[in-house]
């Protein structure tokens, strides 16, 4: 008999459509952890609504809660998709799902803003270094002297998503790895229940593009010597990448991909303090020095105001439940700020900086 969650819903109640990821794709990882949360936290589906932008990542949508509404948008805008659905109804919760190049290139710009406005919102970059729908070309956060066959080698220093949203104020910062659930799992249920934005910044190693092309079974290798009479693609079953034991607090665990590159993870020490901005950032600095991926809770602030704080919106009813009574501005309301405008007080902006 299927296991039951405190509202009576199974599992099956928190599906979407079956993926069309690779095989082995991290992503696949990312979506299974979101679904068992929430089910673990007995949330209704009917309650939550999900983003997206552009990339492997963003098809998220499809591929859960097939009973909560979604909406995957343009590239880099999946932060704007959220903050006017959320305004617009305060009692839902959001979880937004994007990639490394989806939010730290064509969608920078949207993340910052976004985290300066801590929108409540779960916000989700699953993180593997390449632009997979595209064939595999540097991410901005590709190490720097990465080589890839079609592409050559990595020129430049990568942006890391974490150093990113701490910068920028973020009230809620973690890493992970994908293969290691229990804590991808923890975080997520954390982040749900933050009152701002959470940034979980999610290693999904990509078994498509992070492999090496030398071997004469390799599809690259193929591909450069073959007569094509059309273009296809096949990629091979592999198995995900999962941790077998938890990491203990200050563990380092080296961690061998698919491609056999090895990525060496570091569990924050014990005596870390998630509530320290500044040590967060020196942690993740350190974690250059020491050439290892620093994963867990590395920030959070309970007090900064949210979106909704600032713009004072009602929490007994969103917006959208509003009828036009309560929305239009009356008569008296329209005739008083008409006689601000032509009294000589001072102008309130005119929207372009001015």
């Known amino acids: 008999m299927a296991r039951v969650n405190k509202i009576g819903l199974t599992m099956k109640d928190y599906r979407g459509a079956p993926s069309t990821l690779c095989q082995g794709c991290g992503h696949n990882s990312i ?39 979604g909406f995957n948008g343009l590239h880099g805008r999946m932060p704007a998709l959220a903050t006017g659905a959320l305004v617009a109804d305060v009692t839902m919760k959001g979880i937004g799902m994007s990639g490394d190049g989806d939010t730290a290139s064509i969608g920078m710009g949207h993340f910052k803003h976004v985290i300066r406005r801590n929108l409540p919102l779960v916000y989700i970059v699953a993180n593997n270094g390449v632009y997979g729908l595209t064939k595999g070309q540097f ?124 990525v060496l993870l570091k569990q924050v020490e014990s005596d870390h303090d998630p509530t320290d901005r500044l040590a967060a950032i020196r942690a993740i600095e350190r974690s250059y020095q020491e050439g290892v991926l620093l994963t867990g809770l590395l920030y959070i602030n309970t007090e900064k105001p949210t979106l909704f704080d600032i713009l004072n919106l009602p929490e007994d009813k969103p917006l959208n439940r509003m009828d036009e009574a309560i929305l239009r501005p009356s008569r008296e309301t329209l005739e008083m700020l008409n006689q601000e405008f032509f009294s000589g007080a001072a102008p309130r902006g005119n929207g372009h900086g001015g």
């Open 139 to 262: 991410a901005p956060t590709a190490e720097k002297g990465l080589v890839l066959k079609r592409h050559g080698e990595n020129p430049y220093m990568p942006i890391d998503v974490c150093m990113e949203a701490i910068a920028s104020g973020a009230s809620f910062v973690a890493r992970t790895f994908a293969g290691d659930p229990k804590q991808l799992r923890t975080l997520i249920k954390a982040a749900f229940h933050h009152r701002g934005l959470a940034v979980i910044d999610v290693v999904s190693p990509c078994v498509t593009f992070n492999n090496e092309p030398q071997s004469h079974f390799s599809y690259a290798w193929a591909r450069d010597h073959e007569a094509p009479l059309h273009t296809m693609d096949f990629i091979p079953a592999e198995e995900e990448i999962y941790l077998e034991e938890p990491m203990e607090p200050g563990e380092v665990r080296e961690i061998r991909l698919h491609d056999g590159s090895v």
């Open 31 to 69: 979506l299974s952890q979101i679904m068992s949360a929430l089910f673990e936290m007995s949330v209704q589906p009917e309650d939550v609504v999900k983003f997206s932008g552009i990339g492997c990542s963003s098809k998220a949508p499809t591929y859960m809660l097939s009973r909560s509404f």
